[in-house]
């Protein structure tokens, strides 16, 4: 009876000790990988992914989302790829250069977990990069809804996983531009207007080198047309409307653009000049205990506020005035 006792009991160890070592990925240092509702399960076994979950398999990325580690997967389904696919004249995901595909993806992709109880309205690093490997930005905007670089919606949000969370949204969300970040965000809604109405948005949109890309623009925000306004009550400016219809606005939007650079603010120094688009022109920098300030040809200043949001063709400051060369 004593000997059968033992034999159970040793039977039952055993089977606890092979369920416990096929949960551990020996490849993966030990850490003990998802089971049954990874991310990557929840593209498996959704039929509405199954685009999403070749996509993530064609690129490797599907290790990724079987891992222990935790991610945030902004999930475009079935129809957000079709439509992507028809937009661009692209016949199938596999028509995707897997090096572009794999860059998308990962734009999709936070290194945290975030539900939408928790998020707000700014600018969030995500896993893609830039050519110089520093986080690429995207916008979320809450609200009744939450939108992401001001066109993309979640539509299912918060699927809980293993190693995350999956919010599915409506649409393939487009790698960022200097222009797009800037346009997203409702705080820079009169510079976005002032760059479209002077046909700076094309150049802000290149991508490939060949218009002055990449850029480095001290944005000013809506706050920042306010400010030149209330700056002087003397001078010729008595409403925002009388900045954005000046003869030479887009000399002054030029600049706030610095061409074939991107100057983080970790570049940022005392006593640097910064030379812009517009010719001939610069203002200076000097960096202080609260952060950077500019100081314009008219010695006006203006405080960077935040700084660094990274797009693929360069690097976006906001300022809080519209600065000025003359």
Request: charged share 15%; with cysteine.
């Amino acid at each position: 009876m004593m000997n059968t006792f033992k034999k159970y009991t040793l039977a039952i160890f055993a089977t606890v000790a092979i369920l416990f070592t096929a949960c551990e990925d020996a490849d993966d240092n030990g850490n003990v990988i998802p089971g049954v509702n990874s991310i990557l399960n929840q593209t498996e076994n959704n039929a509405d992914l199954s685009m999403l979950n070749a996509a993530l398999i064609r690129t490797g990325l599907n290790t990724t989302f079987n891992s222990s580690a935790t991610f945030t997967l902004f999930a475009p389904n079935n129809t957000a790829f079709t439509n992507y696919l028809t937009a661009n004249g692209i016949a199938s995901i596999d028509d995707i250069p897997v090096a572009d595909l794999r860059d998308i993806l990962q734009y999709h992709t936070l290194t945290t977990e975030v539900t939408t109880d928790v998020m707000t309205t700014d600018y969030i690093k995500t896993l893609g990069k830039d050519d110089e490997i520093e986080s690429l930005d995207l916008f979320i905007e809450t609200g009744t809804s939450i939108l992401l670089n001001g066109n993309v919606t979640i539509i299912e949000a918060d699927s809980d996983a293993d190693n995350g969370v999956v919010h599915i949204v409506n649409a393939v969300i487009e790698l960022p531009t200097v222009f797009s970040l800037i346009a997203a965000n409702p705080e820079f809604s009169e510079l976005t207007a002032a760059l479209q109405i002077n046909g700076l948005e094309t150049d802000l949109s290149n991508t490939d080198g060949t218009l002055m890309d990449p850029y480095t623009i001290f944005a000013p925000n809506d706050a920042a047309f306010q400010a030149l306004v209330d700056l002087d009550a003397t001078d010729e400016f008595d409403s925002i409307a009388d900045i954005t219809s000046e003869t030479d606005i887009t000399e002054d939007l030029l600049y706030h653009v610095v061409g074939n650079d991107r100057l983080r603010s970790g570049d940022l120094s005392t006593g640097l000049i910064v030379n812009t688009l517009r010719p001939s022109t610069s203002f200076t920098v000097d960096v202080i205990s609260a952060g950077a300030v500019i100081t314009d040809a008219t010695m006006n200043t203006a405080n960077v506020s935040t700084t660094d949001i990274t797009a693929i063709n360069g690097v976006v400051h906001s300022i809080d005035l519209f600065i000025r060369s003359n």
